[in-house]
């Protein structure tokens, strides 16, 4: 079974830092991008950050570009983003997600390229 799980998720003040943990199993992940996406309450699910199979290429949201880093293990078939300085404007859940093309980067802030996800995990930023 394919199954990426998220940890790391948890309360925070403005201006603390979180770092966000994905595992891969059932199959590896080195050929694929690898993504997070998180989704604010009443809003919908928006791309945050993705890196390529290799880690060459990162690509970032606007709104957090800066602030995440994104970085993965192939070895542990893992992905990770590290968020600082957070605001409450980043609450919500956080999705880590694998597309269904390998070796590409076609559509990799769009939702309907990925075709596995994992269960999210929450971010609460305070004011």
């Known amino acids: 079974q394919v199954q990426l799980v998220e940890s790391g998720g948890g309360f925070v003040q403005t201006g603390g830092s979180l770092m966000l943990s994905c595992e891969g199993s059932?199959?590896?992940?080195?050929?694929?991008?690898m993504s997070w996406f998180r989704q604010a309450p009443g809003k919908e699910r928006e791309f945050v950050a993705s890196i390529s199979w290799r880690g060459g290429r990162t690509y970032y949201a606007d709104s957090v570009n800066g602030r995440f880093t994104i970085f993965r293990d192939n070895a542990k078939n893992a992905v990770y983003l590290q968020m600082s300085a957070l605001i409450p404007e980043d609450t919500g859940v956080y999705y880590c997600?694998?597309?269904?093309?390998?070796?590409?980067?076609?559509?990799?802030?769009?939702?309907?390229?990925?075709?596995?996800w994992g269960q999210g995990t929450q971010v609460t930023v305070s004011s």
């Open positions: 997600a694998v597309p269904s093309k390998a070796y590409s980067s076609e559509g990799y802030g769009f939702e309907s390229m990925y075709d596995v």
């Open positions: 059932g199959r590896p992940f080195s050929n694929y991008f």
